[in-house]
Structures are given as structure tokens and as C-alpha cells.
């Protein structure tokens, strides 16, 4: 049974640890990945992008999918269903009506206030439903974005006024974290992190964690991260492994090898993403 991100994401925060997100494209990998958090009894979050919703053929079917996995594999630990950068209150809705339990509104590219009117409409309608919001303050940027300019950072103030405005269950502030690889060394304002953790008092989620050193991941969660979210890292191991075997066999056709072919590499990064956001817990 899916639930939403609410009591897993206040357990993080009160203990000191995060809650992984991983995000997947397709079946395989949503067996991969839930088959490493049963075996760890680590709490899950699947997040699956738009792009991704088109790509496995609907909302209805990435629903479909994750709950007859978890059925088949006697999935027992809390799985969240989470609609990420959902660019529109439509999409949001549209996620939600389909047995999603979770979504992030990003409406970061607008003014404050148009960003806060959006988010309040998703969390009003997404409440009404048990379902969870995330919301976005400044910009969590691509790998085409200048990491040391101003726009990449969260005013603490906006934070304040968004979270408190607009009733939102978790937050997404820009502390200098990119989506997709890093070019250069990733340069995460700690400080920031921890002003706005104690300022908006719900749980704090970073973006892009692909390419951070395993230390300043744990020193974000040490000043207020509970959620981190990782996509790229799953993706470059996979098509790594998939390469390999590809040039070594080169006379395999059968869809299920090739694929199958990835699933150790996914499972190891899914391991280690877990002991890592554990890791400095001493609860």
C-alpha cells in the first residue's frame, strides 16, 4: 500500500537521517529499486518526472506499475508514489487523481507570490486527497547553470513566507545543488540549509544529489536535510554496465538480458545512497 511522504518525512527530521528519493524510467527499475529498500527496510519515496510519466505511458500505468510490484514482491516498508517538478497545478491534479501520494509543485521560475498562489492551490486541492506537496523556493539549476550566481540560493525570508502561506508539507530550497553532473566541485551553503531549517520547521529536501561528496552530504542532513532526491547516479551506472555488456555480447538480443544486465550496478548505487544518508545516525 502506497502512503504519502508526511509521517516518513517527520521521522527523518526527528531522528537526523534522510529519506531517498529515486526516481525510475521504467519496470526494471522500479523492481531494482524496490527490492534493495525492503531488503534494507529503508522508507522510499519513487519519484518519477513528467518526462518520465509520457515516456512509461500515463500516470495510470506508472501507478500500475509500482503497485503491482510492490503486490508481486511483498513490498512491507512505507513506498511513497511522488509526482516530481510537476510544472502545473493540472499536472499535480492530474498525478493525484491517478493514486499518486505525493507531489512537488515547482513553480520556482515564477515571482514569489505567483509561486506561492500556485503552491497554495496545489495544497489545498492534494490535502483534500491525504496526498502530500512539495513546493520549490529560488532555483535549483541544470548542469548549464552558473553554480556560483545568486539565483541558485534561497532567501531564508521567502521560505518563511512560502511555508507559511501556502501549508506545505516539505520544501525544496536552492543552496547551490545542480541537476545532472557536476562541472567542478558542488558548492552547498550549509549555513543556508540550517538558517532555513529552524526557521520553517518542516522538512527540507535536496535537490540534485548526484556528484556531492559523501561528507557534505552528511553535513546536509547533519544542518536539516531529510529528503534527498537522486536520479543521474542511477542512470550513469546503469548505462555504464549496459555498454559493457552490449560490446562483450555483442550477439545477445533478448530485451530482458540487456536491461537485466544493469540491475547490479542500480542495486549497488541504491545501497550505498542508503547506508550513506544513515550513516552519521546515532539515534
Request: with cysteine; charged share 25%.
Amino acid at each position: 500500500m502506497l502512503v504519502n511522504t508526511r509521517n516518513m518525512l517527520r521521522k527523518a527530521k526527528e531522528e537526523g537521517y534522510a529519506v531517498p528519493q529515486f526516481n525510475i524510467n521504467n519496470l526494471e527499475w522500479t523492481k531494482y529499486i524496490l527490492e534493495v529498500c525492503e531488503e534494507c527496510k529503508s522508507p522510499l519515496i519513487l519519484g518519477v518526472s513528467e518526462g518520465a510519466v509520457k515516456y512509461m505511458g500515463g500516470y495510470k500505468t506508472v501507478y500500475s506499475v509500482v503497485i503491482g510490484v510492490m503486490s508481486d514482491l511483498n513490498i512491507t516498508i512505507p513506498v511513497a508514489l511522488h509526482l516530481d517538478h510537476g510544472k502545473s497545478i493540472d499536472y499535480c491534479k492530474k498525478a493525484i487523481e491517478n493514486g499518486f501520494t505525493s507531489v512537488m509543485i515547482d513553480s520556482s521560475s515564477y515571482p514569489l507570490d505567483e509561486n506561492i498562489r500556485i503552491t497554495k492551490d496545489v495544497v489545498a486541492y492534494a490535502h483534500s486527497k491525504g496526498v502530500t506537496v512539495e513546493a520549490e523556493v529560488g532555483h535549483i539549476g541544470g548542469i548549464e547553470d552558473d553554480i556560483n550566481g545568486d539565483n541558485v540560493y534561497a532567501k531564508v525570508g521567502d521560505c518563511i513566507k512560502l511555508v507559511t502561506e501556502t501549508g506545505v508539507d516539505s520544501l525544496a530550497p536552492a543552496v547551490g545543488s545542480v541537476h545532472g553532473l557536476y562541472e567542478g566541485e558542488a558548492k552547498i551553503d550549509l549555513e543556508r540549509i540550517r538558517l532555513i531549517s529552524e526557521a520553517v520547521k518542516i522538512p527540507l529536501v535536496l535537490h540534485g544529489g548526484t556528484g556531492i561528496p559523501d561528507q557534505t552530504i552528511i553535513d546536509c542532513i547533519q544542518v536539516g536535510i531529510s529528503k534527498i532526491n537522486v536520479n543521474t547516479e542511477l542512470q550513469v551506472a546503469w548505462a555504464k554496465e549496459i555498454r559493457l555488456f552490449l560490446n562483450n555480447n555483442q550477439s545477445v538480443y533478448d530485451p530482458r538480458k540487456i536491461i537485466g544486465s544493469g540491475s547490479d550496478a542500480i542495486k549497488k548505487v541504491v545501497r550505498d545512497k542508503i547506508i550513506l544518508f544513515k550513516s552519521h545516525n546515532k539515534a
